[in-house]
């Protein structure tokens, strides 16, 4: 896989919910949960399954940090 993207984030779906239209894919990244948003298309067409490795890739022009 190439991508420009650099923040890839690896590990093992542990859940995937659909909905009417979109899916919410849950992704165990050393103990994280990251959650993403797709469209049940997506998932489809990538044959994603509970259990199989794949990456979380964040794409944004800005990354912000925050405290109380």
């Given amino acids: 896989m190439k991508i420009s993207a650099r923040n890839q984030l690896e590990g093992t779906i542990v859940?995937?919910?659909?909905?009417?239209?979109?899916?919410?894919v849950?992704?165990?990244?050393?103990?994280?949960i990251v959650t993403s948003a797709i469209t049940n298309a997506?998932?489809?067409e990538?044959?994603?399954?509970?259990?199989?490795?794949?990456?979380?890739?964040v794409k944004a022009s800005d990354v912000m940090i925050a405290i109380d």
């Fill in 46 to 57: 990538l044959k994603l399954a509970v259990g199989q490795k794949a990456y979380a890739v």
């Fill in 26 to 32: 849950r992704l165990d990244v050393d103990g994280t």
């Fill in 15 to 24: 859940e995937i919910t659909k909905g009417a239209t979109t899916a919410h």
């Fill in 42 to 44: 997506a998932v489809d």
